[in-house]
């Protein structure tokens, strides 16, 4: 076993072990912050497989942002160290129940599947090839999806505001 | 050096993380704790394509693009779940899914 595989392991059960931990800690905080450590393993496993770029933007706009604007937002509606209340444990049975029943389905197939890769040569996932294929206007071009989530993000943004407004009282 | 059968790995890691965020969502009664759980679900997603364009179709960047869009989306996704759940918070005082149900029925 070689010391990239060891690597590999090691990310993955990060991820992993933080991705249980925050849906099943009863400290929201707390869950916001393994939930910080579950998607650094996931930025790890991108750097570990040679993709710097998405690893990159998996930091800024997770880490860096979702994690932040969740933490602020529990800092808004909660109480300073109120636990969550206990769950029912049914729910939790059956919950585990349904969840490891879909992951046993999609082990057996994956079990039973082969992949085969093409031969290609391969293209490296650099930042100038992405660039050049995001703005591209031709077959395999990306610049078309680029625009319409740029348009999204700007929706995103505007609706934002208008839903956290606070509307004021309407005067008589 | 790329070894095809590391994609098991990494389509089990993606899935296993898929059905954490799943339970999560179903066990969760507190709305930005439920939206973790999305988080979770986007980014084994996210982590499927990756590790469909390393191993197979390396010679495309598509998986890739598909992932970069992912992200963008999430992040709009999340903005405007939080706008609704401050929204929710000043019209209730609470954050659980149980005592927002006037339009349950």
Redesign the interface.
Known sequence: MSGSTII?YLL?AI??VS??L???TRM?FR??IY?LF??IG?AG??FW?N?E??AA??IV??VG??VV??I???F???QAGEQ??K?KMG??L???L???C??AL??LQ?AQHE????G????E?TVA??GY??LGVDD?G?AL?FEV?SI??LA??I???V??L?SKPEKA | MIEPGLIYHMLFISATLFFIGVYGFFTRRNLVTMLMSVELILNSVNLNFIAFNKYLWYDKLDGLFFTIFIIAIAAAEAAVAIAIIINLYRSHQSIDVEKAEEMKF
């Open positions: 590999f993955a991820t992993l991705a249980v925050a849906v099943t929201i869950a916001a939930l579950s998607l996931i496993i991108y497989l993709y770029f998405i933007v998996q706009v997770y942002g979702i604007l969740i602020f937002s529990i808004l509606t909660q969550l209340p769950q729910r939790q059956f919950s585990a349904a969840a490891f879909g992951l999609v082990m994956l992949f085969t890769g093409t290609n040569k391969a293209v996932p090839n992405i294929q995001m395999n990306y999806p989530v999204l993000l995103a943004l609706g934002c505001i839903i956290a606070k």
